[in-house]
């Protein structure tokens, strides 16, 4: 009998609500952590705007608490239906928010997943050691083979052409 699978990854993969590392502690993004998550975003807003790509103007400095509560029922939906996975990344004590990992079905038929993640300007420092993390978690953990970091894997010129040209 084949594996049911939904367009993004097989039903019978149990999907980490939480993953703990030394240094992180990684926890499915939603409501209970607006206010942790918007202190984190507004803090680093400048070096944010341009996480989803050269175009992208999330997060505006404009947006409020409320804006913010509203985007985290969004990816718990997309977490609960199984079509995208977002989590917060607390620091290891699970007290301070850090930033965010976002992974999603990739628009390229050549990756299984594309994969966005920001950790706040304080603690900036942190942020190659978080992508080892994500990557190793991933490439270990989850059935992706074919993982693309969007701005740091491939640069974003390249990642357009690739997506534009696949569509």
Not at 23 to 37: G, H, I, W
Request: with cysteine.
């Amino acid at each position: 009998m084949p594996i049911q699978t939904t367009e993004f990854i097989a039903l019978d993969f149990d999907v980490p609500t939480i993953f703990i590392t030394r240094n992180f502690y990684f926890r499915m993004l939603e409501p209970s952590v607006a206010k942790q998550d918007y202190d984190a975003v507004m803090s680093s807003i400048k070096r944010l705007r341009y996480l989803f790509g050269p175009s992208s103007v999330w997060p505006q400095n404009t947006m409020t608490l409320e804006e913010n509560t509203a985007s985290l029922k969004v990816h718990q939906q997309e977490f609960n239906s199984r079509t995208a996975f977002a989590y917060s990344v607390f620091d290891k004590s699970n007290t301070r928010c850090l930033g965010s990992v976002y992974i999603d079905p990739s628009q390229s038929p050549n990756y299984h997943c594309e994969v966005y993640f920001w950790i706040r300007d304080d603690n900036v420092y942190l942020e190659d050691h978080l992508y080892d993390t994500i990557n190793h978690w991933l490439k270990n953990s989850w059935p992706f083979t074919k993982i693309v970091f969007p701005g740091r894997s491939v640069e974003w010129k390249s990642w357009s052409k690739e997506i534009n040209h696949n569509r």
